[in-house]
């Protein structure tokens, strides 16, 4: 079959691109450890506050000693607006909305996942120590670009759970103000 020489280049040319985009992919993917989310699971939106899972939002321990973090995010705010974790160890986030669609990013880090009302968004990462910037990537309204915090990452060794907070009392009617 004969191919025309500017039919050639031209498969060529778009050949080059295909193979330069899935390079990036599969370069995100190896090297960075960026991956789709995995994880659907559904939450009212309206009761997020109210849920025993979002209640109190921040870093804690489990009982097998894995760390967990709760974030809600919020026109125009990360609740809480900032953490502190511990190097070199899994971390499983657990993220969601209560109103738009934010996008939850840790800067310099593969930890970022979209927040969609309705939905649990979780991812499990680790860290380097050091200072990141926790930014709001998805447009989600006028005060988008305030919805900034921090995660300070320090070693292991140094760091602390924080303290526990007396549990709530079941069925003692906390409404939520
Ligand atoms: Cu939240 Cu942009």
Redesign the pocket.
Known sequence: MKIDRYERIWMGGVGGVLLFFFGTLANAAIRHGFHPPSHVETINPRGVFQSPQFRQQGVRVDEGGAVHVTVV?M??AWLPGELALPAATPVTFHLTSVD?I??FAIVGSNGQSMLIPGYVSQFTTSFQPGEYLIT??????IG?HQ?AGKLRVVPKAEWRPPAVAAAPVDGGGHAAH
């Open positions: 995010g026109m125009f738009v934010h996008g709001c990537n998805e447009y989600c309204g988008h919805m």
